[in-house]
């Protein structure tokens, strides 16, 4: 562990995972496979993937971006909705049946 004087902590585990902890309360912690997560102070929580995909979680929702475009969102209702590079949009009802398809 290494403690800076700005209040900045960094630790390293035995599996080379690294977790940063700054005094603002914003934290990242850093994978050996390249995957990134970081966490904001209001709990908030960006993961980005070594394959280059990324997650967005908050309490209303959480979304997977993909690196063809792709984005789908989960909402706290269950609710989901897709969106896909080519323009389609798939949104599913808590249940899953299918709302809306528009191609």
């Known amino acids: 562990?290494?403690?800076?004087?700005?209040?900045?902590?960094?630790?390293?585990?035995?599996?080379?995972?690294?977790?940063?902890?700054?005094?603002?309360g914003f934290k990242e912690?850093?994978?050996?496979?390249?995957?990134?997560?970081?966490?904001?102070?209001?709990?908030?929580?960006?993961?980005?993937f070594s394959n280059g995909q990324k997650e967005v979680h908050t309490a209303q929702f959480k979304r997977?971006?993909?690196p063809d475009g792709t984005v789908k969102t989960v909402y706290?209702?269950?609710?989901?909705?897709?969106?896909?590079?080519?323009?389609?949009v798939r949104i599913k009802d808590e249940e899953g049946n299918i709302i809306l398809d528009k191609k």
């Open 64 to 66: 997977r971006e993909y």
């Open 1 to 24: 562990e290494k403690h800076y004087p700005d209040g900045t902590q960094e630790i390293v585990f035995p599996d080379h995972t690294v977790k940063c902890l700054y005094s603002d």
């Open 29 to 48: 912690t850093f994978f050996p496979d390249g995957t990134a997560v970081k966490v904001k102070k209001n709990g908030d929580k960006i993961v980005v």
């Open 76 to 88: 706290c209702n269950g609710r989901q909705e897709t969106k896909y590079s080519t323009g389609r």
